[in-house]
């Protein structure tokens, strides 16, 4: 094109008068284009480079480095340069002092051999390209961290599920309690080292044959109606059914069988005997009459005359006992005596009052030091139960001591003793039981209860349990001391941060002086 003059009409900032002049076309096109030779010298620019020059029609014929921007351009001359050299185009972002970005773009032309007679220079306006691209910038941005912390959140709610199943499954493996899980196929999925203990088979011994091998005959067909009716109407039951030990001998077991996933059944069993409750109960009675009723008021000399032999059948039609064992009535002829009401009594939660436990702690202690057998007592106190109080009143607490009671009832064996002393306070006698089974079946109380969240009106709570052992050997005096001691490890596992057990040392733990009885916490 060579250098341009204008006619003599066209001044810069205006339209031209007439297509026909090239350079009025030149001056109105879009994008600003300015044209400059290889010495840099400007040979024509359109209108809309003043927004981005400070030129004038005088101006062409100058240098680019005589003219000065209203824009961001410190690399323009470098790249026309090399453009220049190279013959190859380039393309930078600009943004201009107005606010607007625009695209700047070098390509030379006409191109003769290997020298090129100019560049050309376009600027394009991507202001809302470039708001667009921020925008979406910012819209990725967010997006990524809002997955980063989704991310986090699911990172952390698998960490914990993974923790809550660890835990579980180290309840599972340690509990003293035989766990088990039924697979739809007839044959046991999962078992627990319980099994072995209680039953004398090796675990793999059971997994190897069919669950109804080993339950008796005579029970095949109610347990298997009653696996079925769970298993279909999707709810708990409950069933007695014998079950064959290694050494061929079956034991009653009741079966708390509840509907797993993928159409397993899954559970807990509990040794009993078949008469044994009751029959257990009913000497326990026996004894406690025999040996109080020759001292009741105004009894008649015929009845403190009476042998224990002649009295037997007289206490034996005089006392009620249910199919599990709890002594539901007494007859009047006994049932005068204030003093019997123990016997009776048992509170919202089902298990026996704090007069009843006291006068079988008495016997316990007795018989380790006539015996030289070795008992343990448990003393447990409930954790963080305030928010139950506070949100959902009595019936929220009494119905989560009823669940908790519940729970303990699975952990204790038939011969031990479970009691609600008041409040949120419970204990346990375990007859003739080492310590470390006591702290295995205290750590499992205290397990169950915190992997188990109570639930009110929608609302979850996290309840824990603290647990104190005091072990009842030939040198513990009296009942008193025996509470004593176990006070003192249970508030020794509160202050070492609740939801814990811990075993009173006669040489490190100094006993608590004895709580006062008073009304619920």
């Not at 809002?146 to 660890?166: G, I, K, N, Y």
């Not at 309840?463 to 490890?489: E, Y």
Request: charged share 25%; proline share 5%; glycine share 6%.
């Amino acid at each position: 094109m060579g250098k341009t003059e204008r006619n003599q009409d066209t001044q810069p900032g205006t339209a031209p008068g007439a297509c026909s002049d090239p350079d009025r076309l030149l001056w109105d096109i879009a994008p600003a284009t300015l044209f400059v030779d290889p010495e840099h010298r400007i040979r024509l620019f359109t209108s809309g480079c003043q927004s981005l020059f400070n030129l004038a029609e005088s101006d062409i014929g100058r240098t680019l480095n005589e003219i000065s921007l209203k824009a961001d351009d410190r690399h323009l001359l470098k790249e026309v340069t090399m453009s220049l050299k190279t013959l190859a185009p380039s393309e930078s972002e600009v943004f201009a002092d107005n606010g607007s970005w625009y695209l700047r773009r070098i390509a030379p032309y006409r191109i003769q051999g290997e020298r090129a007679d100019g560049v050309a220079i376009t600027y394009t306006d991507i202001t809302r390209l470039k708001n667009t691209q921020d925008e979406l910038s910012r819209m990725t941005q967010s997006l990524e961290q809002s997955v980063e912390e989704r991310t986090r959140e699911a990172q952390a709610h698998l960490r914990e599920r993974e923790r809550a199943a660890r835990e579980r499954d180290a309840f599972f493996e340690l509990s003293a309690v035989p766990f088990f899980v039924m697979a739809p196929d007839g044959y046991f999925q999962r078992l627990n080292p319980a099994w072995e203990d209680l039953f004398g088979w090796k675990l793999d011994e059971l997994y190897e044959r069919p669950y109804l091998d080993l339950i008796h005959q005579k029970d095949l067909t109610r347990f298997k109606n009653d696996i079925k009716k769970a298993r279909s109407q999707g709810q708990p039951v409950t069933t007695n059914a014998r079950f064959r030990l290694r050494d061929g001998s079956y034991h009653w077991l009741e079966w708390d069988v509840q509907p797993g996933e993928n159409q397993a059944m899954c559970g807990v069993v509990r040794k009993i005997s078949r008469h044994g409750p009751s029959s257990r109960a009913l000497q326990w009675a026996r004894e406690k009459l025999e040996k109080q009723m020759p001292q009741r008021a105004g009894a008649p000399e015929a009845v403190k005359d009476q042998s224990p032999k002649t009295l037997k059948p007289l206490v034996e039609t005089s006392i009620t006992i249910d199919s599990r064992g709890l002594i539901t009535s007494i007859s009047p002829a006994v049932g005068g005596n204030n003093r019997y009401a123990s016997v009776l009594h048992k509170d919202f939660t089902g298990l026996v009052s704090r007069t009843e436990f006291e006068n079988r702690l008495t016997m316990a202690v007795d018989s380790a030091r006539k015996t030289g057998k070795v008992h343990a007592l448990l003393l447990m106190s409930l954790d963080r139960c305030r928010p139950v109080e506070e949100t959902g009143g009595t019936a929220a607490v009494n119905e989560l001591l009823r669940e908790v009671a519940g729970k303990l009832q699975v952990q204790v064996r038939q011969r031990d003793t479970l009691a609600h002393l008041e409040g949120h306070e419970f204990a346990a006698i375990l007859e003739n039981c080492a310590e470390e089974h006591a702290c295995r079946i205290a750590e499992d109380m205290r397990a169950l209860t915190y992997n188990a969240p109570f639930t009110w009106n929608g609302k979850t709570y996290q309840v824990g349990m603290s647990i104190g052992i005091a072990l009842v050997d030939a040198h513990v005096p009296s009942a008193q001391h025996a509470v004593h001691n176990a006070n003192s490890a249970r508030h020794i596992a509160q202050e070492d941060g609740r939801s814990k057990v811990h075993v009173f040392n006669q040489d490190t733990d100094e006993p608590h002086p004895p709580e006062k009885r008073g009304p619920p916490r």
